[in-house]
């Protein structure tokens, strides 16, 4: 499963933004959030409501724009607050005690694995649906057996059925059973031992129904029609299933807990125009004569059921291969010749991850499929995963922008950890989602290169802080509320991030022969995290009790303020640690295995291994002059907050010296916006330095003059990354060089990446707003939302209303976060001019906000947009001479009439409590 809530917390501290007045993104911060939405799956409804959270929390200013080259926020940025105690001297009368209440005393909450009384070996089931119902009519047969007590009663999972009968199979006396709406409860007539297999046949009619869901799963319906009575005339008709946690027993009866494992097979029959996908091989495709067909799917390999699948619709099926094994890509039509962009390196990925873990990707297909109207990111069903729409994009959109690859990535890594090998218990659920975590890491390290994968846990990093900001549990986690709240930034964030530290703990070799003999030791089966530890400690010979103990069984993570010494009189130079995380909620000393690299002014190191045992430790070593760095934790691998107190001077060697992206990121952080020589030595030279990052960053730090002119505009044409391409054409547009504007013709016509486009237009905008005219003439009829976000930015400048029919059209087609600019634009078009237009459009947002059928995110930007109308005509009204204002209130006062009908009319409580917080009286 792939969800992107831990993500959101790292941006909401650089994201001030527009929600207390009428303001909007600048160009710069409005990249910024582009990139991150197109990172972070803009059509999931929980990443909308954690983002619009953020953004009401935030509040519009005047800080300065967050390049997105420069995320993520550093772990240890923002402002040291000192605290100081005071003494005080309180004078009072003498007071009765009240007597001490006695203590109570209580076990700690603790949720175990499922116990299993029957295991479950196989199931078949032979569905089809009634669309106009929203039903499935069901037969399902299931083979067990006693897991090991006699038993003469099975329960399974079945949630909102109609049953019709139970049998055993072959038989037709029915069985007596109690049916709770949640279980039923069959009485078997007889008494049956482990040695005892036996069918049931289950005739049943399913109504899946939505009882709740996460942020990480907003529904737990289970299986979802799409459009079903056809009546949204631009979406597809579909049939889909989201099983993950314990909701594939809405549609059909099983025992739906992680522990348990079965075959399966499917008989799915539906109309004769759409494509059928589900678990395992396509064994045969029948037509029934009446317009319907028959298609089998048989998963001969047991998996846990919450990973069984269906999907139903029209789509595009692109066929590829990997080592013999079938390997597809379901897509709209539409993206047929889109699809191998979409899913980005798929083969290559099966066979690095193979080859990388030792163990062959042990399934018998890999099809990967894309769904309207997702309820999460991805799910890593076995050999069939389902993907949210928005991974669905022309593949010049997906230029640059590695988050689909990361997504098939994360999915793909399950099929070895989480469906191969599986958790036990939702507890353990970071035994899954930990390692298709760092299975992002591992391929951006092989693809891209170190500095891409540090990056990359840069990112993680930040948002597994952010999100503990709010709270810390163990990664193994038997004390939650509800199994909902597992799908957090610890057990994927920090669960990746510990698996990174325990590689560099041990070395590679140790790190990837125990990932093999873990998953050898352990196939189809499910597993705790003893069991990864067992291999490791086999693998090593190491007693690895205390980190997984520390890390994996306790909670939190060290905070680090770290020193640097030199006494020239004795040779020695020193770096203490002292940590100062809360003892209250965490331990308050972390064992850290680590180093310390000595640099000498010459640039050469030397390594010393540190082990970090006491609350405040220092280590000194013996050296023959005062070193130029030292550096603590040089691989940069240990999880935690560190202030690292190193002067300018040696920042400015680190940068040239040390390796690590980090340690340049850091060095380029904390010294950017300085002046001297020697920083702009560094800038100079991070414009050229191997990783993008660090090239945009140095962009977005130095001041251009005429000795760096010419680098930024070779870097606007040349530079190999988009996103500096991006940024450099932004820089150009504040320095007023009228010599870009060529450039910028050029990037218009021939660069292949969008936001490249979108940024040379906004040059020419700027520099030349009659000509830029022409290109949105041009441009406008792009499907891309970086180009229709820019082209309506021009022509609010033009205050022309023959424009505002562009930003209805374009409006039906766009959706994200970028439609809330979007529609912010067309109003502030509107109120320039006259009332009568500016009512319509006021009543044709309106009209988008009250219709349940639309996103989100649409009806968010509606519903503001018509807040931020009213506020522009308060102001217009204040400048207004008194016997002006009358027209002008009657407006204000219909669009609180339009405010107050969205507000009643809301369903969605998430939404009606957004609305509640916009500035309306």
Request: aromatic share 12%.
């Amino acid at each position: 499963m792939k969800h992107y809530l831990a993500d959101f917390y790292r941006y909401t501290r650089k994201i001030n933004l527009f929600f207390a007045g009428p303001c909007k993104l600048s160009r710069s911060l409005s990249l910024s959030i582009v990139t991150f939405i197109r990172y972070k799956k803009q059509q999931m409804r929980f990443s909308f409501i954690i983002f619009m959270v953020a953004l009401l929390a935030a509040g519009c200013n005047s800080q300065k724009a967050v390049s997105a080259q420069a995320e993520p926020e550093p772990v240890n940025s923002g402002p040291v607050t000192e605290y100081r105690q005071l003494d005080t001297m309180t004078v009072s009368a003498p007071r009765e005690m009240a007597p001490a209440e006695a203590p109570t005393y209580e076990l700690p909450a603790y949720n175990p694995s499922h116990t299993r009384e029957h295991d479950l070996l196989h199931t078949k089931l032979e569905v089809s649906f009634n669309w106009e119902e929203e039903k499935v009519m069901g037969k399902a047969t299931l083979k067990l057996k006693p897991y090991f007590y006699p038993s003469n009663t099975l329960i399974l999972d079945a949630k909102n059925f109609d049953v019709h009968s139970i049998t055993y199979a072959g038989e037709s006396t029915p069985l007596k059973y109690e049916n709770d709406g949640q279980h039923l409860t069959i009485d078997l007539g007889k008494t049956l031992t482990r040695d005892n297999e036996y069918t049931l046949v289950i005739d049943y009619t399913a109504t899946p129904r939505a009882d709740g869901g996460s942020a990480a799963i907003t529904s737990d319906k289970g299986l979802f029609f799409i459009n079903p009575r056809g009546e949204e005339e631009d979406k597809p008709m579909q049939i889909w299933t989201q099983g993950e946690t314990e909701n594939n027993s809405r549609w059909f009866p099983t025992i739906d807990k992680p522990n348990e494992r079965a075959t399966d097979e499917i008989y799915v029959t539906v109309a004769d125009r759409f494509l059928t996908l589900s678990n395992g091989l396509l064994e045969s495709s029948k037509e029934n004569g009446d317009g319907t067909r028959t298609d089998h799917w048989k998963m001969d390999q047991p998996h846990a059921p919450y990973l069984v699948m269906l999907a139903v619709g029209e789509f595009a099926k692109v066929e590829d291969t990997w080592n013999g094994i079938p390997v597809d890509y379901y897509v709209e039509p539409e993206f047929k010749d889109d699809a191998r962009a979409i899913f980005p390196y798929t083969p290559e990925m099966l066979g690095f991850f193979s080859e990388k873990l030792g163990v062959n990707y042990p399934w018998k297909k890999y099809a990967q499929i894309i769904v309207r109207d997702y309820v999460s990111g991805a799910m890593e069903n076995t050999t069939a995963v389902i993907f949210g729409e928005y991974m669905q994009k022309p593949a010049r959109d997906l230029i640059d922008d590695h988050q689909n690859e990361k997504v098939v990535a994360h999915e793909m890594f399950h099929h070895w950890f989480g469906d191969y090998v599986t958790t036990e218990s939702w507890a353990n659920l970071t035994m899954n989602e930990g390692f298709a975590n760092y299975s992002e890491y591992l391929w951006f390290e092989h693809k891209y290169g170190r500095d891409a994968a540090d990056y990359h846990l840069l990112q993680e990093w930040s948002g597994y802080f952010g999100s503990a900001q709010g709270g810390v549990h163990p990664l193994i986690y038997f004390g939650y509320n509800d199994k909902e709240d597992m799908f957090d930034a610890h057990s994927y964030n920090k669960g990746g991030s510990v698996l990174h530290m325990l590689r560099n703990q041990v070395g590679d070799d140790a790190f990837f022969a125990a990932l093999k003999l873990y998953l050898s030791r352990n196939s189809y089966t499910d597993v705790e995290a003893h069991e990864l530890r067992l291999a490791f400690e086999d693998v090593t010979g190491q007693d690895l009790n205390w980190f997984f103990n520390q890390w994996y069984f306790n909670q939190g993570h060290p905070s680090m303020n770290i020193t640097y010494n030199y006494d020239e009189a004795a040779g020695e130079a020193s770096v203490t640690i002292e940590q100062t995380q809360d003892p209250e909620n965490m331990p308050p000393i972390f064992e850290l295995r680590t180093a310390v690299d000595i640099y000498m002014a010459n640039g050469k190191s030397t390594r010393q291994p540190i082990h970090v045992t006491e609350r405040e430790q220092t280590f000194t070593f013996p050296v023959s002059e005062k070193p130029a760095l030292m550096n603590f934790d040089p691989s940069r691998s240990l999880l935690g907050i560190r202030t690292d107190n190193k002067s300018d001077e040696e920042l400015l060697f680190q940068f040239h010296h040390a390796p690590r992206f980090m340690d340049r990121f850091e060095a380029m952080q904390k010294l950017g916006e300085n002046s001297g020589d020697e920083v702009k030595k560094m800038l100079m030279d991070g414009l050229k330095d191997p990783f993008w990052v660090i090239r945009a960053m140095a962009l977005q730090n130095i001041t251009p003059d005429e000795s760096n002119l010419p680098v930024i505009r070779k870097m606007a044409t040349e530079d190999p990354r988009s996103e500096v391409r991006s940024n450099a054409f932004a820089r150009l547009a504040e320095t007023g060089d009228e010599s870009a504007v060529e450039m910028a013709k050029i990037a218009i016509e021939k660069d292949p990446a969008y936001p490249v486009v979108a940024s040379a237009l906004s040059l020419i905008n700027e520099l030349q707003p009659e000509l830029a005219q022409e290109y949105a003439k041009k441009l406008e009829d792009s499907s891309n939302p970086d180009i229709l976000e820019m082209v309506g930015d021009i022509y609010i400048a033009s205050g022309n209303p023959d424009n505002l029919p562009f930003f209805e059209k374009k409006m039906v087609e766009m959706d994200g976060f970028q439609v809330i600019n979007f529609m912010d634009s067309y109003q502030s078009l509107a109120v320039e001019t006259d009332l009568e237009t500016a009512t319509g459009v006021a009543k044709k947002l309106e009209n988008i906000a009250l219709d349940a059928n639309q996103s989100q995110w649409k009806r968010f930007g509606a519903t503001r947009a018509i807040t931020q109308m009213r506020q522009a005509y308060m102001e217009k009204m204040s400048a207004m001479p008194e016997a002006e204002k009358a027209s002008v209130q009657a407006q204000i006062k219909s669009l609180d009439v339009i405010f107050k009908n969205i507000l009643d009319n809301e369903g969605d409580q998430q939404l009606k409590s957004l609305y509640m917080r916009l500035q309306v009286p």
